[in-house]
Every structure is written in C-alpha cells, then in structure tokens.
C-alpha cells in the first residue's frame, strides 16, 4: 500500500530557530502533497498543498514567509518553520495521495513530525 | 461554505456494535472519507464513499446517503485497540479535504 514517511518524528528547538520537516512518500510518486497542524483534542488543520514543481498553495491565516514548502521531486516535499516560537508548537501531518492509482482521491498519512519550541 | 458534525465522543463495550455519525452540509461533493487516529498519531485510512450505499470491510462499514447529507462508521465487535478518535471528512468540489472535529471512542471491558 502508499507509504508516507515524515522525519524526524520529534524535534525540540530553541525559539528563534528554523526547523526542517521532510516528507517522503516511499512507494509511489506524488504530485500532490499535504501539510497538516494539529493542536492537542482538536482536528486536523489544512495548512498548505504542496505541489511538484511549482509554488505552495496557502490556506488563509497561514503565513507562507513562516512556513516554507518545498516540494522538488515527485517523492519529497519538505516544511520549514522559520523563526520557530512556542505558539508553533504543534503536531505537524503531511499527507500524499498516490495517483497512480484508481483510489487517487485517499489521502495517506506520515506519521506525523511533534514539534516543541522552548 | 461547509459544516461536518459528529459527535464528540462516545463510549460502548468491547464486543459490541458502536455506529459513529456524521452529518454534512456541502455545496461540492466528491466523497466522503473516514480516517482513524489513535491519540500522539497520524490518522490511518479506514474507507472512501462517494455513492450511496454501504461499504464493508470486515469489521468496519461505512454507509453514505447523499441526499440526506449522512454518513455513519459501523464498527462490529469492538476491540480494546478501536479506542481512538474516528475522523469524519468531506471532499469538496476543489477535491480537499474538509474535517470533522473527531469523534472520541472510549470502549470499556
């Protein structure tokens, strides 16, 4: 089945630096990409698509000068929190579908990066 | 715009039949999906309906009605490991996905 892998799974930073977020998905290629937030008992928050080759599409209230998305090849789309500070703290969720498939429409999960700014 | 409602939580014991419910109201529609997350992890893929009907996989169902804007997650014999949050999402005319808040399912010996 679709893999998504995200690294690192855990991160502690210091407030004031960049953290870098990786997601892979493994099996199959993905033009498309997902990046979540979630707060603690609360849902998922769409942040940004990442789509290959070209630029980030952002949700509203999402910062895209704080929140960098790249996504270079067709496996690997990274986030970075610029200036990271506590209220970032979060569990942050990338998700691909693969489309190459004929359920292209199911969205398939890393497991999820948590993030604490200290 | 659009709203998904489920209930915030639940409880039911372990054996038995617990049906989870999700109420939508949308003005694009391009399937309903519901997703599973274990608490501190990632929401797993549990099953996608896009016609009216109901879809089984094994323990789990999952029935659409379109016209009434209903959906439900059925699980059958409940298991210790099913307590998790079940999560209600729509996709929308733009193919995104739309979330519900989650529904908790506490399941007690």
């Known amino acids: 089945g679709a893999v998504v892998s995200q690294h690192p799974s855990r991160v502690i930073c210091k407030s004031g630096t960049s953290v870098k977020i990786e997601c892979r998905s493994l099996?199959?290629?993905?033009?498309?990409m997902f990046w979540y937030r979630q707060f603690p008992k609360q849902s998922l928050m769409l942040m940004a698509t990442?789509?290959?080759?070209?630029?980030?599409?952002?949700e509203q209230g999402v910062e895209k000068d704080k929140f960098l998305i790249n996504h270079a090849s067709l496996t690997l789309s990274t986030l970075t929190v610029t200036s990271a500070h506590p209220e970032d703290s979060s569990f942050y969720i990338c998700?691909?579908?693969?489309?190459?498939?004929?359920?292209?429409?199911?969205?398939?999960f890393g497991p999820g990066t948590r993030l604490l700014v200290l | 715009g659009q709203n998904i409602d489920q209930p915030t939580e639940m409880t039911a014991t372990e054996g038995a039949i617990v049906q989870i419910n999700c109420t939508y109201q949308?003005?694009?529609?391009?399937?309903l999906f519901w997703y599973q997350q274990h608490a501190g992890e990632a929401p797993t893929f549990l099953s996608y309906n896009v016609l009216d009907g109901l879809e089984e996989k094994g323990r789990f169902s999952s029935f659409l009605s379109r016209s009434k804007g209903y959906s439900y997650l059925l699980l059958k014999e409940l298991q210790m490991k099913d307590s998790a949050s079940y999560l209600c999402a729509l996709m929308d005319s733009n193919y995104q996905l739309i979330w519900g808040a989650g529904t908790k399912l506490i399941i007690k010996p």
């Open positions: 990442s789509n290959e080759g070209s630029k980030a599409t952002y």
């Open positions: 998700s691909a579908r693969d489309q190459g498939q004929g359920d292209w429409e199911t969205q398939y």
């Open positions: 099996d199959f290629q993905a033009t498309t």
């Open positions: 949308t003005s694009g529609f391009n399937g």
